[in-house]
């Protein structure tokens, strides 16, 4: 990489992390590589990454780009400290600098992570791992390892999931419990082993063999804290996680026995328009008796496919405007979130569909419970429903081992409230006349609503996720890249029957596939193509049904074991017959057996001004 001629400073990300593995190799296996590589990798750090960092975002940036940039270039000044002191040590200053005065926005004063759990990992590895080589070298970090935040980010961490899976938010989030490296760190720099009660049950589940490239990092701290003794924690004590600062939640836990005694939940505040947010604002989490009940897709694939989509129309994915296009797409919708959803609308607020949340509104937790038998918070989510509702509060709360979910709605003065309560899920669902029954693995739960307003009633339904068993029928397939958005129409076999209908897609090495705009109409859109035959025992006809306004039809005379195809209507003695359908079209068939010939009698006139002739017709020999 050192021969490359750039490392696309366009997006600083990957200028970062070619500085960092080429810093990294100089460092760690310096006497090993000849001269002419040192200097290679000396010049590639400071002019394809040092002398690009001054013109690049990422020092704007409140979120996982300024830690990771900042933390590969502070690692590889240090790295070059003794062969190139002055760049060095600038870079050092202003990174350290640059990187505490967004902390707040990154980490608050609670250590909650806004982008999610999974980028936690991302942006806390680099930053951990630069902490840690300020201290080494220069024996402190500055300001950065005293930030409040950062040093109250572990316990966060630690709450964000159990043994089953994890609190998914945003882009960030994650289905399955995988290792957060950098509460090694922190277990060993605050010197409480009780943070590294989640990393020793991956440990002992050998679930840090898919680690990633940053494990060397857990060794190489654990040899500047020799004291600490992973074997000696023990469970916290706390059954309440919550915060209102840069990203409200709060997160319940009852039990550390990693077994169906444990129970967990988790419910979200603040605003969609946060790095990677989505409209997710009230969603929760609820794991109990061994199974996880609530589970939000994930965003598969990466984001190319979005991306790509809505860019060739003209539109971001990164734009967190109100009528942003990032909002049309499913994952990141509330469509896809166990949030409240309200079909009513004033137009107050110009919105790109009327259910939307107001993405710069916040929802702040007003209040938390923890006492006896009852764990849990409460959310003021009022302005996110600008124009729908005068005021809603969402209460998640475990009372008695029963999760209770309190949604307190007053309607506006002139408009009825219309609501959609939803939450995505993998278990079994029965549809009861009173309660929903869920059922996962060989566990039941009864998911039943009541109101305080005696005109309100609740009325339960369930959308089947998972693929049905049975036939499915193939109509149609693209296989050439179409990259425009384009219409088109599906004819369906038989207009008055019952559909389950599927799109079934492969990304191909980045390529997105994104539908749109899907209308499934109950009345045929199509022409129906029909045939008939002379003797359905010695023939029959394929490519029948129904084709769009200006499709070709292809039909196939196929004879029966024994006969032969003789004509079709028109006479046309080809087997095969193309045409263009404009119209609902019937076609006959003629065909004959071996043991019977077959004629085509044709009478023309020669003038059918002055008369014509009847008799043309097919017959049988003799």
């Not at 590589?33 to 001054?54: D, G, M, P, Q, Y």
């Not at 309607?411 to 549809?431: F, H, N």
């Not at 080809?574 to 119209?583: D, G, L, M, P, S």
Request: charged letters at 20%; glycine letters at 8%.
């Amino acid at each position: 990489v050192c021969d490359f001629s750039s490392w696309y400073p366009q997006s600083y990300l990957t200028t970062a992390e070619y500085c960092f593995g080429v810093a990294l190799a100089y460092d760690w296996l310096y006497y090993e590589l000849s001269l002419e590589e040192r200097v290679a990798a000396h010049k590639a750090i400071k002019e394809l990454a040092f002398n690009t960092a001054e013109s690049s975002s990422f020092y704007n940036r409140r979120n996982n780009w300024n830690q990771v940039c900042n933390s590969a270039l502070i690692q590889a000044a240090i790295v070059l400290y003794e062969k190139d002191k002055q760049a060095s040590v600038s870079l050092i200053e202003r990174g350290v600098t640059n990187n505490y005065s967004c902390l707040d926005n990154i980490y608050g004063k609670d250590g909650v992570y806004p982008e999610g759990y999974g980028y936690w990992e991302y942006g806390t590895v680099y930053q951990t791992m630069m902490v840690h080589a300020l201290k080494s070298v220069f024996g402190h970090a500055g300001p950065i390892e005293k930030h409040e935040g950062f040093l109250k980010t572990p316990d966060y961490m630690l709450y964000m999931s159990d043994a089953i899976g994890t609190f998914g938010y945003s882009d960030g989030g994650r289905y399955n419990p995988s290792p957060r490296l950098p509460q090694w760190y922190f277990a060993c720099s605050q010197n409480r082993p009780e943070l590294l009660v989640n990393e020793m049950r991956l440990l002992e589940n050998g679930e840090y063999s898919s680690a990633g490239i940053y494990l060397p990092m857990v060794p190489a701290i654990l040899a500047g804290y020799p004291d600490l003794n992973p074997e000696s924690l023990a469970a916290p004590s706390s059954r309440l996680f919550s915060s209102n600062d840069v990203m409200p939640l709060v997160i319940g836990r009852i039990g550390w026995k990693n077994d169906e005694t444990d129970i967990y939940f988790a419910m979200k505040g603040g605003s969609c328009n946060t790095s990677h947010g989505h409209m997710d604002v009230g969603s929760f989490a609820y794991n109990a008796y061994g199974c996880k009940w609530v589970e939000e897709p994930l965003m598969t694939g990466g984001y190319a496919q979005y991306e790509d989509a809505l860019s060739a129309e003209g539109y971001s994915f990164w734009s967190f405007a109100q009528k942003s296009y990032r909002w049309d797409v499913f994952i990141t919708s509330n469509l896809a979130h166990a949030g409240l959803i309200f079909t009513n609308n004033d137009e107050s607020l110009d919105k790109l569909h009327d259910t939307d949340y107001d993405v710069a509104a916040r929802a702040e937790l007003i209040q938390t419970y923890d006492i006896a038998d009852q764990i849990g918070g409460t959310f003021d989510i009022t302005p996110l429903y600008k124009g729908q509702a005068a005021s809603v509060k969402r209460t998640i709360r475990l009372v008695g081992g029963e999760l209770n979910i309190v949604d307190e709605v007053t309607a506006l003065s002139d408009m009825d409230a219309e609501l959609m309560w939803r939450i995505p899920t993998k278990a079994a669902l029965k549809v009861e006349d009173d309660c929903i029954v869920m059922t996962h693995s060989d566990k039941s739960l009864y998911l039943s609503a009541t109101a305080s307003d005696e005109d309100c009633f609740p009325a339960y339904a369930s959308w089947e996720m998972k693929r049905p068993t049975g036939q499915w029928n193939l109509l149609k397939t693209y296989t050439n890249n179409i990259t425009t958005w384009t219409y088109d129409s599906i004819a369906l076999p038989n207009a008055s029957a019952n559909y389950q209908i599927a799109f079934e897609a492969t990304d191909n090495y980045g390529y997105g596939v994104v539908i749109d705009d899907i209308n499934i109409n109950g009345t045929a859109i199509g022409k129906q193509v029909s045939a008939t035959v002379n003797n359905s025992q010695w023939g029959s006809v394929s490519g029948t049904g129904i084709y769009n306004m200006g499709a070709t039809a292809t039909l196939t005379a196929i004879p029966a074991e024994g006969c032969n195809f003789v004509c079709w209507g028109d006479y046309d003695r080809q087997t095969t017959k193309t045409f263009v359908v404009n119209q609902d079209t019937t076609i006959h068939a003629v065909f004959t057996s071996n043991s019977q010939d077959m004629f085509i009698l044709r009478i023309e006139s020669d003038n059918t001004t002055m008369g014509s002739a009847t008799g043309t017709g097919i017959y049988a020999a003799n």
